[in-house]
């Protein structure tokens, strides 16, 4: 299992930024990916990028390519979610996962298996 521990979120104006940090921990060689998820108040939980811990692939979805980017430091296992040109809708909760995770499946929930407690991230007009 790996514990994961997200940092990082706030309020931001339209057009800000915020950099998000997730600190994994335990048997994190049992997984090949790491992703970071977001949710908004009655909306499902959706993937916003992830990266492959091996070789630095990564995946974003189509709403913040462009605007977010997402990095990984091996050496202290942490992932971190650089999020420019922020939008009201990109308000959420965001969520810092890992798992063994085929590509195609990179940015859906469900198959992740360890999640941290989130944080949450308010962008205002």
């Known amino acids: 299992q790996v514990q994961l521990v997200e940092s990082g979120g706030g309020s931001v104006q339209v057009g800000g930024s915020l950099r998000l940090s997730c600190a994994a921990s335990?048997?994190?060689?049992?997984?090949?990916?790491m992703g970071w998820f977001r949710q908004a108040p009655g909306k499902e939980r959706e993937g916003v990028a992830a990266?492959?811990?091996?070789?630095?692939?990564?995946y974003y979805a189509g709403s913040v390519k462009g605007r977010f980017t997402i990095t990984q430091d091996r050496a202290k296992n942490t992932v971190h979610l650089q999020m420019n040109s922020l939008k009201p809708e990109d308000t959420g909760m965001y969520y810092c996962?890992?798992?063994?995770?085929?590509?195609?499946?990179?940015?859906?929930?469900?198959?992740?298996?360890?999640w941290g407690q989130g944080t949450q991230v308010t962008v205002s007009s």
């Open positions: 335990g048997y994190t060689s049992s997984s090949n990916c």
């Open positions: 990266i492959y811990t091996a070789d630095g692939t990564t």
């Open positions: 996962a890992a798992g063994t995770i085929w590509p195609q499946y990179a940015l859906i929930p469900r198959q992740y298996n360890d």
